[in-house]
């Protein structure tokens, strides 16, 4: 498969060439351009087609909401990710009506924002898992799958526990920590999970959750 054309949206200078060098060296990432703006954001998109606009949320002249909004428009094959310090809920969900196909923090390694743009590409949903459960009853989630009975979900006790942690926000490695086991065990948990719930990705097994009064 051709690597993803990504453009990288920042104003600060230094935060938008530590991206680009930092994606630059991921396994089929092609930074084709950056942006300093909004503005300059919408009209590289136009003039450059790349497949992922890694886009922050607050910038001078065009904001990335606004630039969202018109490259969607304007490139409906193309994805936006925003990547942003703020999980304030209203930028979340701002951004995702929209058009972003996924909300990040700048927090996140390089390797796991690469596999995000990655998933991104194929129209797969991206969210933090901290700003997860800021959607809930914010958002007219039209895609939430119809929940099964409690007592119909089947799944283990410990696979309950990472369902909760899961629902709260916590990370992979949050989870690992908290049960005191490896990663690639909680990894294995969360797709258990989804496969025994018929879920798509933790943001409906998160939904679940709370449905479910398992938070």
Do not use: W
């Not at 051709?2 to 396994?27: C, F, P």
């Not at 996140?108 to 459960?133: C, E, F, K, M, W």
């Not at 799958?145 to 006790?157: G, M, Q």
Request: charged share 25%; hydrophobic share 45%.
């Amino acid at each position: 498969m051709a690597d993803v054309k990504v453009l990288v949206v920042d104003d600060q200078r230094l935060v938008r060439e530590g991206i680009a060098s930092l994606l630059s060296i991921q396994e089929g990432i092609s930074v084709v351009g950056t942006a300093v703006d909004g503005q300059e954001a919408v009209e590289k998109a136009l003039a450059l087609s790349p497949d992922v606009v890694l886009m922050d949320v607050r910038m001078p002249v065009l904001d990335g909401i606004e630039a969202t909004f018109q490259i969607r428009r304007k490139l409906p094959g193309c994805q936006v990710l925003m990547l942003t310090t703020f999980d304030d809920e209203e930028y979340v969900v701002k951004s995702l009506q929209a058009g972003a196909t996924g909300y990040l923090l700048k927090d996140i390694p390089a390797a796991d924002l690469a596999q995000a743009i990655r998933l991104i590409r194929a129209g797969i949903y991206q969210l933090s898992p901290s700003v997860a459960g800021k959607l809930v009853g914010q958002l007219g989630v039209k895609a939430r799958p119809a929940p099964p009975s409690p007592l119909e979900h089947d799944l283990t006790e410990r696979e309950l526990e990472v369902l909760r942690l899961l629902a709260a926000g916590a990370t992979n490695r949050e989870i690992a920590e908290t049960l005191v086991v490896s990663e690639g065990t909680v990894k294995n948990h969360v797709s258990n999970i989804l496969s025994r719930l018929g879920l798509r990705d933790r943001i409906q097994a998160a939904l679940y959750a709370y449905d479910h009064d398992l938070k």
